[in-house]
């Protein structure tokens, strides 16, 4: 299985989900890491 990503962010507090957010908004890919949450 491969996963092709632009950005991979680790940490889904408020600066980690602000970068994903921003990078989304201009088209990227993008994944989030956070060790409390699973899914």
């Known amino acids: 299985m491969a ?3 632009d950005l991979f962010v680790i ?3 408020s ?8 990078a989304a908004g201009f088209g ?3 994944a989030v890491a956070e060790s ?3 899914g």
């Open 3 to 5: 996963f092709d990503f």
């Open 11 to 13: 940490g889904a507090g």
């Open 15 to 22: 600066g980690g989900v602000r970068a994903a957010r921003f």
């Open 28 to 30: 990227a890919k993008v």
């Open 36 to 38: 409390r949450y699973r």
